[in-house]
């Protein structure tokens, strides 16, 4: 069964600080992956995703991930963050194909200080 | 994308009672999934529901407790049943759009006291 692992739970970063979260999956075969973010009291929302392609993708508010298959990762990236990144944010994973079902990681909850 | 209704947006049940959460999409989709959230975790999935047949629990979920019914390509409802206060969580429907990724609901927040 596929698995999804976020190494950092709680990450605290400055305004104008960089941002890389972790992501890993256990699945071998060919992945679709996600990251997603909830804001406090908000719902899900898709920052990005990956089918197939450059494996360097963006997504909204200055988010992008790179996709590195032979270390089976995910991470999600933001040059600059804004206090307004404060959020939660999951990786997920589903295998290729479609049907399938989606497997989320345990989430990391991002603080930014002013 | 696909357009999830979902709801009850919240409810505070007594315990042993059931909950019924209905989610209806505007577009007809081959699977839905159903997801619970507990405080401070991720999401977890409890059971994929197809269309005429029965539904497919993940390990540690079962039909009596979470009952679903899949009556057309648009609809899907989540029975919480005999609930307990560590039933109180985030319940949500989902579905994948071809290409784009999975939509979700909005949501329903349980709170069983």
């Known amino acids: 069964a596929q698995s999804v692992s976020q190494h950092n739970h709680h990450v605290i970063l400055s305004e104008a600080a960089s941002l890389e979260l972790g992501c890993n999956y256990s699945?071998?075969?060919?992945?679709?992956l996600f990251w997603y973010v909830q804001y406090p009291g908000q719902h899900l929302q898709l920052l990005l995703k990956y089918f197939s392609g450059d494996p360097l993708v963006k997504g909204i508010k200055g988010f992008e991930a790179e996709f590195i298959k032979s270390k089976f990762s995910f991470n999600l990236r933001k040059p600059s963050v804004q206090w307004s990144d404060t959020a939660e944010y999951f990786c997920a994973v589903n295998r290729g194909g479609g049907g399938n079902k989606l497997t989320f990681g345990t989430g990391t909850q991002l603080k930014v200080e002013l | 994308s696909a357009v999830i209704s979902q709801k009850p947006s919240r409810d505070i049940c007594q315990r042993g009672t059931s909950l019924t959460i209905q989610c209806q999409v505007d577009s007809q989709v081959t699977m839905m999934f159903w997801y619970r959230q507990q405080p401070g975790q991720s999401l977890t999935l409890i059971a994929t529901a197809n269309q005429g047949s029965e539904a497919t629990y993940e390990s540690g979920f079962v039909i009596d407790k979470f009952p679903i019914s899949r009556p057309n390509l648009t609809f899907s409802t989540l029975t919480v049943s005999n609930m307990s206060p560590e039933d109180s969580s985030i319940y949500l429907c989902?579905?994948?759009?071809?290409?784009?990724?999975?939509?979700f609901g909005s949501g329903t927040r349980l709170t069983v006291v």
């Open positions: 989902s579905v994948e759009v071809t290409r784009t990724g999975y939509t």
């Open positions: 699945y071998g075969g060919t992945v679709n």
